[in-house]
């Protein structure tokens, strides 16, 4: 199976969703994930940048690492038609109306309601992380 997050930026909610269930899942299944914009301040392009690469990512690197998961050498990635048609099941934590028409029309998709973290403390930071994780357990149970 394979299985597809997707956030706004994919900066934050989408990268952990994929680190957890990467360390979590026990069966041979492979997760991605993906931001519907992967835009940075000002328009910034950050597809392929790396979240080391970006001062906003410094409180997930550092909230995942407190759970034993690096990210920091993950890639951001935008989401593509390709990425969706590969996909078997497909989360998103974007608001609905940010999904581009061949993802609304995919019918593989679940909506779960997360709150953007991109400018919140370290704290509110770890309390999103503890709410991805939660969900993707409930997935892979």
């Given at each position: 199976?394979?299985?597809l997050?997707?956030?706004?930026?994919?900066?934050?909610?989408?990268?952990?969703?994929?680190?957890?269930?990467?360390?979590?899942?026990?069966?041979?299944?492979?997760?991605?994930?993906?931001?519907?914009?992967?835009?940075?301040?000002?328009?910034?392009?950050?597809?392929?940048?790396?979240?080391?690469?970006?001062?906003?990512?410094?409180?997930?690197?550092?909230?995942?690492?407190?759970?034993?998961?690096?990210?920091?050498?993950?890639?951001?990635?935008?989401?593509?038609?390709?990425?969706?048609?590969?996909?078997?099941?497909?989360?998103?934590?974007?608001?609905?109306?940010?999904?581009?028409?061949?993802?609304?029309?995919?019918g593989?998709?679940?909506?779960?309601?997360?709150?953007?973290?991109?400018?919140?403390?370290?704290?509110?930071?770890?309390?999103?992380?503890?709410?991805?994780?939660?969900?993707?357990?409930?997935?892979?149970?």
């Open positions: 199976m394979n299985v997050f997707i956030c706004r930026g994919n900066v934050g909610r989408s990268q952990m969703a994929e680190a957890f269930f990467r360390q979590l899942d026990q069966n041979s299944n492979f997760a991605t994930s993906a931001g519907v914009e992967a835009l940075g301040d000002g328009g910034i392009d950050m597809n392929g940048m790396f979240l080391k690469e970006r001062d906003s990512s410094k409180y997930v690197i550092e909230c995942m690492k407190e759970m034993g998961v690096d990210v920091s050498d993950n890639k951001i990635k935008r989401l593509t038609p390709e990425l969706v048609g590969g996909a078997d099941r497909i989360f998103m934590m974007a608001d609905p109306d940010t999904a581009p028409d061949y993802l609304q029309n995919s593989k998709v679940v909506y779960w309601s997360v709150i953007d973290p991109c400018g919140r403390t370290l704290e509110s930071h770890r309390a999103i992380r503890d709410e991805v994780e939660k969900l993707v357990r409930g997935i892979i149970e």
